[in-house]
């Protein structure tokens, strides 16, 4: 079992940067891969980003050089910077660990509009 719980996410002026942040309530090094989906209204969810346990990490291209994802393996947290905002980043975004299922946050909203 592998809770997931996201914050961070809120209302920023496009061009804006916000942190998304995933505490984790196992250990990270557990986990086969960490990843961060968004799913916009009437959207399918997508792939935003992920890292693998030996911290390989792979972007959707949509977000490549804006969007970084990382961890704390101390803290069991896991981070997405999100710089140079659009409105189409608009989603919830979602939290996500895969040890033989997926697991899932709850989500946090995103709205990027001027």
């Known amino acids: 079992q592998v809770q997931l719980v996201e914050s961070g996410g809120g209302l920023v002026q496009p061009g804006g940067s916000l942190r998304l942040s995933c505490a984790v309530s196992?250990?990270?090094?557990?986990?086969?891969?960490m990843g961060w989906y968004r799913q916009a209204p009437g959207k399918e969810r997508e792939l935003v980003a992920a890292i693998t346990r030996g911290g390989i990490t792979n972007y959707a291209d949509s977000v490549k050089g804006r969007f970084t994802i990382s961890r704390d393996t101390a803290k069991n947290m896991v981070y997405l910077q999100m710089n140079s905002l659009k409105p189409e980043d608009t989603a919830v975004y979602y939290c996500?660990?895969?040890?033989?299922?997926?697991?899932w946050g709850q989500g946090t909203q995103v709205t990027v509009s001027s």
């Open positions: 996500n660990g895969n040890i033989v299922r997926d697991y």
């Open positions: 196992r250990s990270i090094f557990s986990i086969n891969r």
